[in-house]
C-alpha cells in the first residue's frame, strides 16, 4: 500500500487507480493494465520516491534541498519542498524547456541553469550540496527513491486479482526500475519479468548493459 513508502509517515503521493487499456488489451491480445500515474500531485511516478527522501532528509535535519533535473524529479523535489516548509533549488540543464522552469518556478523552487546536459547540472548540485545544511535530492539513484518507487508493486498487489505476467516500465535514470524490483521481491513477485523500454537516442540502460558498466551518454539526441 502507499503508506509502505514512508513507514508510518503519510506519503505526499496518492495510490493511483489501475485501469484496463481497451485499445492496447485488443493490440496485445491479453489484458494489459495501466498504472494511472500521471494524475499524482506533480503529474509522475517521481513524487513517490523523491518525497520519501525529502521527508527523510528533513527529519535529519535538512534545511535546504537541492536537486539536478530537466524536468520530473525537479517538479517533485519542488512540490515535496513546498510541502515541507523548506527552500529547494532545482538545478536544470540548458536543454530544459520554459514551462517547465515556469511551473518549477509557480511551486517555488529557484532554478539555476548549468551544462547542456544533466551530468553537467548534477555536477553543480553536488558542488552546492556542500553548503552547510543543504542536501542534495538525486533523482533516481538513492535507496530511500527506490523505496518510495516500491509503493507502486504494493498497490498493484492490492488492486490485481492475480499476479500479473509482466510489468512494462520506462527507463530514465533506472529509479523506477530499481523500485519496482525492489517491490516485487517485497510482496513475493519476484518471478515476474520486466520489460524496460528507453527512449533511442537517450538508451543509456541499453548501452550500459552491452558494456557491463556504467555509462554516461555525450548527448541526448
Known amino acids: 500500500m502507499a503508506a509502505q513508502s514512508g513507514r ?3 506519503p505526499f503521493h496518492i495510490i493511483s487507480p489501475v485501469l484496463e487499456s481497451l485499445p492496447l488489451s485488443q493490440a496485445a491480445g491479453t489484458k494489459v493494465y495501466m498504472k494511472l500515474e500521471n494524475i499524482q500531485p506533480t503529474g509522475s511516478f ?6 520519501r527522501l ?11 534541498f537541492v536537486c539536478s ?14 510541502k515541507l516548509g523548506l527552500p529547494v533549488t532545482v538545478v536544470v540543464p540548458s536543454t530544459t524547456g520554459p514551462a517547465t522552469v515556469r511551473k518549477l518556478e509557480e511551486l517555488g523552487a529557484e532554478v ?28 533516481f539513484d538513492h535507496p530511500l527513491v527506490w523505496q518510495g518507487h516500491a509503493s507502486l508493486v504494493w498497490e498493484l498487489k492490492d ?29 513475493g513477485w519476484q518471478d515476474v519479468p520486466i520489460v ?14 552491452a558494456a557491463g558498466r556504467l555509462v554516461s551518454l555525450p548527448d541526448i539526441t
Open 159 to 187: 488492486s490485481l486479482e492475480t499476479k500479473p505476467d509482466a510489468i512494462l516500465l520506462a527507463v530514465g535514470g533506472g529509479g523506477l526500475l530499481a523500485g519496482v524490483v525492489a517491490g516485487l521481491h517485497q510482496v
Open 69 to 82: 533535473s530537466g524536468g520530473n524529479a525537479g517538479l517533485a523535489a519542488a512540490y515535496a519542498a513546498k
Open 46 to 51: 517521481k513524487i513517490r520516491g523523491i518525497g
Open 112 to 139: 539555476e541553469v548549468s551544462g547542456q546536459v544533466w551530468d553537467e547540472a548534477n555536477r553543480r548540485a553536488l558542488e552546492l550540496a556542500q553548503t552547510e545544511g543543504w542536501v542534495s535530492i538525486h533523482p
Open 54 to 64: 525529502c521527508q527523510e532528509a528533513a527529519k535529519e535535519g535538512c534545511r535546504h
Open 8 to 10: 508510518g509517515e503519510k
Open 196 to 209: 524496460a523500454a528507453e527512449t533511442r537516442g537517450a538508451h543509456s540502460f541499453h548501452v550500459a548493459l
